[in-house]
């Protein structure tokens, strides 16, 4: 819970693509503002200027959300995001509409019960679309691939391996299925990977070429396991390592994460069941534990502490997921501190100093 004495107006913005709904509440939580206007620049900073200061104002995460906090982060003291999922007031509501939830916000927002949401600046912004962007390249190139071996298979046609897929070898499967119609499909199928594959490549080179100047970028990939698109999903995960200041920071990044433990009791503590986090960033989580995979086949000091845990008894699978949180928790402090990756002397911590 947050806490804002000064404040003196609360509003909270139920945001839409053509318009967004406003309420405001003072401190003992009387009406302020109710509004609807056009989701535009000027509508927007025109509705909350005229409002007694300090303002705060709150808007739940979504993908108007990053535009809001542009627009708006100027003429208010304060810009919320919040966490959609924390607010169960709005979600299961029975009276549910645009001026209900913008009211809802306002008084959540009043009473500190808000989990806020890090909305990158623009640049980091970019990356983090594009990164999203190259796994969906990713996911539509290797659907492709798998329609294409299923057609073959479903027509009498073994194919393993990746020859299929090149242009050297294409004709010689192709010849290979006798119906006319057929050929006709995979040959539209062909196309459609080239132009998916074209779409990946291009993706991926609009991405290095914002990241290869980023000293975050360069750091993060000496960690091994992590190289140059683990890396990249990394960096635009953790964006700002300083957003995880403070105690326990390495775990509000395993929670962020998705690595994170939860510990769920009642009545009594020493029956408390705990359990992994099914909730965080799935991209960050994606990329911890492929590069815990990836270090497990060189040697390295995440390798060796694999070999150590599994030797004890620990089951492979959660040895593999606590690689992956000492991976996270490497790249916190190597990004807090400007350091290179080392694997460690004994006695000596993995990173030292540049």
């Not at 080179?205 to 890396?231: H, N």
Request: charged share 30%.
């Amino acid at each position: 819970m947050e806490k804002a004495e000064a404040v003196v107006a609360f509003v909270g913005i139920d945001a839409h693509s053509e318009h967004c709904s406003l309420k405001a509440v003072g401190r003992q939580g009387e009406s302020l503002l109710a509004v609807e206007v056009a989701t535009q620049e000027r509508r927007l900073r025109a509705a909350v200027k005229g409002l007694p200061r300090p303002v705060w104002a709150m808007v739940e995460s979504s993908s108007l959300a990053p535009l809001l906090k542009e627009w708006l982060e100027s003429v208010v003291d304060r810009l919320i995001v919040c966490e959609t999922r924390e607010n169960r007031w709005i979600a299961r509501s029975e009276d549910k509409s645009d001026p209900a939830d913008a009211d809802r916000l306002a008084r959540l927002l009043r009473m500190g019960e808000f989990r806020p949401v890090h909305v990158p600046g623009r640049a980091g912004l970019e990356r983090r679309e594009l990164v999203r962007l190259y796994q969906k390249s990713v996911r539509d190139v290797t659907r492709l691939k798998n329609r294409l071996k299923a057609k073959y298979r479903e027509h009498g046609v073994a194919v393993k391996g990746d020859k299929v897929y090149t242009v050297r070898h294409r004709a010689s499967y192709l010849r290979q299925v006798k119906q006319p119609a057929v050929r006709a499909m995979l040959a539209v199928i062909y196309e459609q990977l080239d132009g998916a594959q074209a779409a990946h490549l291009k993706i991926w080179g609009q991405l290095f070429a914002r990241l290869r100047t980023l000293p975050a970028y360069r750091l993060l990939k000496t960690i091994p396991g992590v190289g140059s698109r683990l890396g990249a999903m990394l960096a635009a995960g953790i964006d700002d390592p300083e957003r995880f200041a403070g105690p326990n920071r390495k775990r509000k990044l395993w929670k962020y994460s998705g690595l994170g433990v939860r510990s769920q009791w009642s009545s009594h503590p020493e029956q408390a069941r705990v359990s992994g986090s099914p909730s965080g960033n799935r991209l960050m989580k994606y990329a911890a534990l492929s590069a815990a995979h990836n270090a497990l086949r060189g040697k390295n000091r995440f390798s060796r502490h694999y070999a150590e845990m599994v030797e004890q008894g620990k089951d492979p699978a959660m040895a593999e997921r606590t690689v992956g949180r000492q991976i996270l928790a490497t790249a916190l402090s190597m990004l807090t501190s400007g350091t290179v990756y080392r694997e460690p002397e004994p006695g000596r911590s993995p990173v030292e100093e540049v």
